[in-house]
Nanobody
Framework: QVQLVESGGGLVQAGGSLRLTCAAS????????MGWYRQAPGKERELVAT????????????DYADSVKGRFTISRDNANNTVYLQMNSLKPEDTAVYYC?????????WGQGTLVTVSS
């Protein structure tokens, strides 16, 4: 099994920054993808960004999504099985519960979520 522990959420003012951290533990497969999704009240959960164990990144690609790419940066530390999401220039529209995700060919695990609230 794989367990995910998220941290870094909180209340920030518009224009501020937050850094989310997700640490994976347990039986980690070397080939995997980790990332962040978010869900705002009344909306479907959406992709924010993912990063593979090889370092390939993927950011949200949607006509109605805000410009995440350019403001957010995903990275990972394979030695510690940890993924980060650096969020800059935060907007109230970024307010949501952010979920860490771990995915391999045989397993998918979700974190409990961490709340990010951006005030005006």
């Amino acid at each position: 099994q794989v367990q995910l522990v998220e941290s870094g959420g909180g209340l920030v003012q518009a224009g501020g920054s937050l850094r989310l951290t997700c640490a994976a533990s347990g039986q980690i497969f070397s080939i995997n993808s980790m990332g962040w999704y978010r869900q705002a009240p009344g909306k479907e959960r959406e992709l924010v960004a993912t990063i593979t164990s090889g370092g390939a990144t993927n950011y949200v690609n949607s006509d109605y999504a805000d410009s995440v790419k350019g403001r957010f940066t995903i990275s990972r530390d394979n030695a510690n099985n940890t993924v980060y999401l650096q969020m800059n220039s935060l907007k109230p529209e970024d307010t949501a519960v952010y979920y860490c995700n771990f995915r391999s060919r045989v397993l998918e695990v979700w974190g409990q979520g961490t709340l990010v609230t951006v005030s005006s």
